[in-house]
């Protein structure tokens, strides 16, 4: 079974630096879909960026970026010039091609200093 | 852009009252996902249809039921609810595409916060 570890409980930034978020996961597949949520005070899931497995190119949204390394079973968001409205719980997703459902890590809250 | 819908938003129940909760996806989405997240946990996922079909079963309770219409709206149908029940609980939507598109995305919509007294 798939599984997908967030090894970050809460991280804290300056606002306007740049902040790395980890997370490692499991699998035996080799093709599959990646997936990082915002989830603010609000609670609404927010897409933030999706990496496709077979894609070497690292997914980039504006301001947020991955580091995918397939090899090592890693996905990392980058986050540039922190805002004061990213501050959010950051969750990492996993999704098989051959079920439906998304297999999510334990979060990271953000935290933006002013 | 039209996201996903669900009602109601929030919902106050008794313990063992039954409740409906409802979601409307996305226009042109024939995929829709139920996931329950509790107070400081990640979602966990529940059930998904896809063409008004089962696709997919989590780690739903016996207790609850679901099914898709139609129109593509899904309704979680919960009874007998218990205390460990309070929860919010979201629904997700996404065309089922083909490999390599944006398809594969499950947009989310608000959710609805259920507390069980």
């Known amino acids: 079974a798939q599984t997908v570890t967030q090894s970050q409980p809460e991280m804290s930034v300056q606002e306007a630096e740049t902040v790395t978020l980890s997370c490692t996961y499991d699998?035996?597949?080799?093709?599959?879909?990646l997936f990082w949520y915002k989830q603010p005070p609000s609670r609404q899931m927010i897409l933030v960026i999706r990496q496709e497995a077979y894609k070497q190119q690292n997914a980039t949204e504006n301001r947020f970026s991955v580091n995918f390394q397939k090899a090592a079973k890693s996905f990392s968001l980058k986050i540039s010039d922190s805002q004061l409205g990213d501050a959010a719980m950051y969750f990492c997703a996993y999704r098989s091609p051959s079920n439906y459902q998304l297999i999510w890590g334990a979060g990271t809250k953000l935290i933006i200093k002013p | 852009a039209a996201g996903v819908i669900q009602s109601p938003r929030h919902l106050i129940k008794e313990k063992r009252e039954t409740a409906t909760l409802k979601c409307y996806p996305i226009?042109?989405?024939?995929?829709v996902y139920w996931y329950q997240q509790g107070p400081g946990q990640d979602p966990q996922f529940l059930i998904s249809?896809?063409?008004?079909?089962?696709?997919d079963k989590g780690s739903i309770p016996d207790r609850f039921s679901a099914q898709q219409f139609s129109d593509y709206h899904s309704e979680l149908n919960m009874s007998s609810l218990e205390l460990g029940d309070s929860a919010l609980y979201f629904c997700?939507?996404?065309?089922?595409?083909?490999?390599?598109?944006?398809?594969?995305?499950?947009?989310f919509g608000p959710g609805t916060r259920l507390l069980v007294l």
């Open positions: 249809f896809y063409e008004k079909m089962q696709s």
């Open positions: 699998t035996s597949e080799s093709d599959y879909y």
């Open positions: 997700a939507s996404s065309p089922l595409g083909v490999r390599g598109s944006a398809q594969e995305t499950q947009y």
């Open positions: 226009p042109r989405h024939d995929t």
